[in-house]
């Protein structure tokens, strides 16, 4: 038999070989992979993943107890340290601490120590997105409450209702125009305070008047029957 027919015929079975060798390795390169995120399971078991930060405090590593009480102190500190709240006419001041504020740790601890097998792996040899968790606050209701009626007296302009002007003869009834306002907006004031930031815009929500021209015209008419 020729020498081409037997070098052809060999060709497919080196393929094969060739293959089965490539999946060998990557099945090796799997399991390893696998053996490894078990390992680091068990090594890591009840802590957080490395890059992982609290409100900028970094977690990674540390037990919930050793973080609990990392992310407290830093969170006592922004409670006592004060919010600059910038409003169209001027700004303000307020602290953490004048508004009751309390930190949420569980929750985000929580949110730190849920993470996979495969991502605490990627994050312990350098992959993998850092994990950034904020730490909120709730807020005293009362005291939010009552900084929103501070704020809307310094910077909000109540809306100005259509009215009539009656002419000293009693000649003529005019209507006096009406105008919007601009009201702290409560719920997005407490939702944006609930983080302590270090600065916030006061927001502000528009107020329509409660009497426009429509019903300032009805009234016009009633009040220009009453001097004919």
Do not use: C, H, W
Request: charged residues 25%; hydrophobic residues 45%; glycine residues 10%.
């Amino acid at each position: 038999m020729p020498d081409t027919f037997l070098s052809s015929a060999k060709r497919p079975r080196r393929r094969r070989r060739r293959v089965l060798a490539l999946v060998t390795v990557l099945a090796g390169i799997v399991a390893l992979a696998a053996a490894g995120a078990g390992v680091l399971a068990l090594i890591e078991r009840g802590t957080i993943s490395a890059r992982t930060t609290i409100a900028g405090v970094e977690v990674g590593g540390m037990s919930r107890d050793e973080a609990a009480t990392s992310v407290l102190l830093a969170a006592r500190r922004r409670v006592a340290g004060s919010i600059r709240l910038i409003g169209p006419r001027g700004e303000t001041r307020v602290t953490g601490q004048e508004l009751g504020a309390r930190p949420l740790l569980d929750v985000a601890l929580d949110a730190a120590i849920e993470s996979s097998a495969s991502s605490r792996l990627l994050r312990r040899v350098g992959f993998g997105a850092k994990r950034t968790i904020p730490l909120t606050y709730r807020l005293g209701p009362v005291r939010a409450a009552e900084l929103a009626n501070r704020l809307d007296d310094a910077v909000g302009d109540e809306p100005k209702d259509a009215g009539l002007e009656v002419a000293a003869d009693g000649s003529s009834v005019t209507i006096t125009a009406p105008a919007q306002g601009a009201v702290v907006d409560r719920s997005a004031l407490r939702r944006e305070l609930s983080r302590l930031p270090q600065e916030l815009g006061i927001p502000l929500v528009n107020r329509a008047p409660s009497v426009g021209v429509a019903e300032a015209r009805v009234a016009q008419a009633q009040v220009t029957r009453l001097l004919d």
